[in-house]
């Protein structure tokens, strides 16, 4: 029987074929390979459709692939970081720049590293990002341009400056 990710009770949905589910799989055995413990998931769900578990991944090396490209998978990495900057360092040391996530109660941290992060949008205490009203966009090669809020619609408008004598 075929699994949908519409059914009732299902919770994570499906990647979008079989090549992004390799691709997700591919990563996780890399980061395994090179140390890291699964501390949940870490495989294919079911022999149909293109469900991956949600994995969390501990102990990550640090020349883990995943770390470096865009996984597009149900998968958290956790690295552990001895100072705020080699977190930061470690953090901005890839070529895209989508989304990132900051959890923290200080609020200064929260300032000085939101600032710092290379990211086009930022999660601060929160998973979901997304908001229509809010722009949509990363930086590096994680794209240019914004769309959805003012920014989003300031993308499709070309302004002119007419200055004229009569």
């Not at 395994?32 to 991956?52: H, I, S």
């Not at 991944?57 to 640090?62: F, I, K, R």
């Not at 149900?74 to 989304?99: H, K, R």
């Amino acid at each position: 029987m075929e699994t949908r990710g519409t059914e009732d009770g299902i919770q994570v949905g499906p990647l979008i074929d079989g090549k992004q589910r390799d691709k997700v799989a591919e990563l996780v055995d890399d980061a395994v390979d090179k140390g890291a413990k699964v501390l949940t998931g870490g495989e294919r769900v079911g022999d149909r459709g293109y469900f991956y578990a949600p994995t969390v991944l501990a102990e990550v090396d640090h020349n883990a692939d995943l770390l470096r490209e865009e996984i597009f998978g149900p998968v958290a990495p956790v690295v552990s970081f001895a100072t705020e900057e080699e977190a930061i360092t470690a953090a901005n040391a890839t070529e895209f720049g989508l989304v990132g996530y900051l959890f923290t109660g200080d609020i200064k941290r929260a300032f000085r590293v939101s600032e710092a992060l290379e990211v086009g949008m930022l999660g601060l205490n929160r998973g979901l990002v997304s908001n229509a009203a809010a722009p949509f966009g990363g930086i590096k090669e994680s794209g240019f341009g914004r769309e959805g809020g003012p920014e989003g619609i300031d993308e499709y408008v070309t302004t002119k400056y007419v200055a004229v004598d009569l």
